[in-house]
């Protein structure tokens, strides 16, 4: 089995990595500190990285920004961050990925729990999670050749707790290796069409 992890370096990525590295191939690819390079927000170098890469089993998707902050401070193009990376980016993967997705494989996307349990800051990630969610249970019903797609809504990971744990006051973060079991359901597992709550 090989599975393409996009973001293999982050914090979520390394996890996935860890859970999946002796039942399967890991391609890690992420934008600078991978050895296959690629930039989500860009449909040429998700193409390429597919060429490059070939026919997998699995693509995991454990990346995505958005800005951070204030509605009232939200401009057009600070939003535009999360829906050119979170959004599109990880829909991007599905869509240019698809082929190169071998019969009975599966795709995982990440989201996040500010979609669901509001926290000051987060309107432009939740919009991107929420829109991922929909898609991937919208697709889901259409995949071809047995593919299934899932994605996972994490928790805030223990490991980033001095990250982002000002912004997620009263959470009680889950470690990441409990997020990276949810991937492993979804790449292993039968389910398609569902969003794994990792809360
Ligand atoms: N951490 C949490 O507590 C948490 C909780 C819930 C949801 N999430 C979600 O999980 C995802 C990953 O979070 P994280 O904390 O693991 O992030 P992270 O530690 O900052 O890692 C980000 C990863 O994405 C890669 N990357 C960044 N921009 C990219 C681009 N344009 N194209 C391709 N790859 C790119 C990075 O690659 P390089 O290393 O090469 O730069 C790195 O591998 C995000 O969507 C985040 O919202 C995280």
Redesign the pocket.
Known sequence: MRILV????????TAVVNEMKNDAEIISA?????DIK????STDSILQMFKEVGEIDAIVS?????HFGGVEELTPELNSIAVN??LL?QINLVLLGLPYIRDNGSITL????LMDDPVVGGAS?AMANGGVRAFVKSASIEMPRGIRINSVS????EE?KEK?GSFFVGFEPVPAKRAALAFRKSILGAQTGQSYYVY
């Open positions: 996009v973001g293999a370096t982050g914090t979520l990525g992420s934008k600078s500190n991978s690629v930039d989500i927000t454990a990346t995505g920004a958005a990376s979170k980016g990440t989201t996040g729990i990630s994490p928790n805030m990971l980033s982002y």
